[in-house]
């Protein structure tokens, strides 16, 4: 096809004028919903804006006060600690490792099993997330949570977990959560990888885990990257926990999320909660840079 | 190698899984048709629909799923009626700047995202004068839905031959024959996989309109179910369980049924 043919081929139904008015309407909400606030959110991170009295009519210029105050605040450097643990253990640990692990054993076996455990993995990624949280509050309930039940014919079974344990409960819950999306992604990675890799290296007596290393893991790279930013991302930046915990017992799982909130929108301390969306803004940057690059270098 | 071994750790393993994914569903299984549910799941004997009429006695839960409704149809209209346009023209017309484009829509939407997001959303909600109304709620989950499902849209379109379209503009269909006739019947699996996720999403948001929503009976279901559990007092574990139920049974057929027809397949940068 001739390059004027081409051009003429895509003016052809909508001509350039009309393809402005098409992409108009989406660029203006994207630009009023996302690039607007952000843009916003970084410049009220300099004041001392409050949502009420003179601080809201006339805040003042403050520099880089909120963001010494941050570094200052024990309970910030608590939240950071807290949400690393977080992404670390459930999207990390938690999510792609089983993910990987369900969709590596589900890859050539077609069983009725299989499909149930499937199933299972996805309606746990589907069910709203305040219904969740509540199934996850009755489930580890100390004095009648199923789980309890469960370990008390072992003879364990009274700790009360969302007390005792509560980083531990929000990590796992988080890991039930959303494995789905990793068993799926890793699922579509496999099937990508042509047979005969595994066929050769099977003849040649590979052992489950030469081949993981030597041919599975290295084809799958890119997937596993994109999948492991991604997730961290999402997890990062996920409210979750306070529907299960509320950030407490004290602030054992305020996450970044959470104490986000309770500055800016119970404390109405905006112009301090605008500093910490600005830092979290800037983390959310890094990471998807990174998974932007890891998806170019892939193509 | 001994197989019996390997099967018996492997069917071991496997109802592990099975269990853990499982079990804390239970409660949601048999709680609703229990007379007088605990938080433990325990099998209702006898089974019993009382809990489900006590619910339909209560207008506030029916309310609220209304209102979880009007935000779904909301939102899943306003992404699909901008955004399936944009993806059309960002597939098919080559102008300066759509790669650039392209990226920056990836890159910014990726960057403000759920958490971080909110204190933006809430300032210019604010300052649009749109705290407590549906609009605003709906405004904002579009606004960061968009970029993506114009990124899926945009590679539906992309696997369709551009040549469909020429040959219907060869017999003399117009511009908007060829798109209603030609593209939009190609393009409808695209469409569908985008309405449901964004059901999903929407049907399961409890961030945005408990931030942007004041007044109780405005709530959607996923702030409501929050209220029950979190006010005081002992949680009513009968109208609980029996909302829970009602609330999850509609997006759960959604999804099953959708992607039974068109299956959810991995498009964009993360597979092809």
């Known amino acids: ?299 | 190698m001994k197989p019996f071994v390997h099967r018996v750790l492997f069917a071991g393993s496997a109802s592990l899984v099975g269990a853990f994914f499982a079990l804390p569903m239970l409660w949601l299984v048999f709680a609703p048709f229990d007379e007088s549910p605990s938080l433990s799941a325990a099998v209702p004997r006898p089974p019993t629909l009382s809990n489900f009429g006590d619910l339909f006695d209560n207008p506030q839960v029916l309310r609220s799923l209304g209102n979880s409704l009007l935000l779904v149809g909301g939102v899943v209209g306003l992404v699909l009626i901008v955004g399936a346009p944009a993806a059309y023209v960002l597939s098919r017309i080559r102008f300066p700047g759509r790669n650039l484009f392209l990226y920056m829509l990836l890159l910014l939407s990726s960057v403000i995202t759920g958490a971080a997001a909110i204190v933006p959303l809430y300032l210019l909600i604010f300052g649009l004068n749109l705290i407590d109304s549906f609009s605003g709620v709906t405004l904002a989950l579009a606004g960061g839905m968009l970029p993506a499902s114009i990124f899926i849209l945009k590679d539906f379109t992309d696997s369709i031959p551009r040549s469909y379209e020429e040959s219907a503009r060869v017999f003399g269909a117009s511009t908007f024959q060829a798109l209603r006739d030609v593209v939009f019947p190609v393009v409808r699996p695209g469409l569908a996989v985008i309405a449901v996720w964004t059901a999903v999403q929407v049907w399961g948001n409890f961030l945005v309109p408990f931030i942007l929503l004041r007044t109780p009976d405005k709530s959607p279901a996923a702030v409501l179910m929050y209220s029950f559990y979190t006010e005081g007092g002992q949680p009513n574990l009968r109208l609980i369980s029996a909302f829970s139920l009602l609330y999850t049974v509609p997006i759960l057929v959604l999804y099953i049924f959708v992607n039974r027809r068109y299956g959810f397949r991995f498009h964009g940068g993360i597979k092809r």
Not at chain 1, 59 to 84: H, I, M
Not at chain 1, 223 to 236: A, D, G
């Open chain 1, 1 to 299: 096809m001739s390059k004027a043919r081409r051009r003429n081929a895509g003016g052809d139904l909508v001509g350039s004028g009309g393809a402005g008015a098409l992409v108009l309407p989406a660029a203006a909400v994207i630009t009023v919903f996302l690039v607007v606030p952000a843009l916003w959110t970084l410049y009220l991170g300099l004041t001392d804006r409050r949502l009420t009295g003179i601080e809201a009519a006339d805040p003042q210029f403050v520099g880089l006060e909120n963001y010494r105050n941050a570094l200052d605040d024990s309970s910030f450097w608590n939240s950071l600690k807290v949400t690393a643990a977080f992404v670390f253990g459930s999207a990390i640990i938690g999510q792609a490792v089983l993910g990987f692990m369900l969709a590596w054993t589900f890859r050539n076996w077609q069983s009725w099993v299989r499909r149930a455990l499937e199933l299972l993995v996805v309606v746990a990624w589907i069910v709203p997330g305040s219904v969740v949280a509540f199934l996850w509050i009755a489930f580890l309930d100390g004095e009648s949570g199923t789980l309890n039940a469960i370990l008390g014919v072992f003879g364990l079974g009274d700790t009360e977990w969302l007390l005792d344990r509560p980083l531990l409960s929000i990590i796992v819950f988080n890991t039930w959560r959303g494995t789905a999306f990793s068993m799926l992604l890793f699922g579509a990675a496999l099937n990508s990888l042509p047979p005969s890799y595994l066929e050769t290296s099977q003849l040649a007596g590979a052992s489950v885990r030469q081949q993981l290393t030597g041919v599975v893991l290295p084809s799958i790279k890119g997937y596993i990257l994109t999948n492991l930013l991604l997730i961290s991302l999402w997890t990062f930046n996920d409210f979750g926990p306070f529907l299960l915990t509320g950030g407490g017992p004290g602030d054992a799982t305020e996450v970044l999320p959470v104490y986000i909130y309770r500055e800016a929108i119970r404390f109405s301390e905006i112009g301090y909660g605008a500093a910490i969306s600005a830092i979290m803004l800037v983390i959310n940057l890094i990471i998807a840079l990174g998974y932007l690059r890891a998806g170019r270098s892939r193509a």
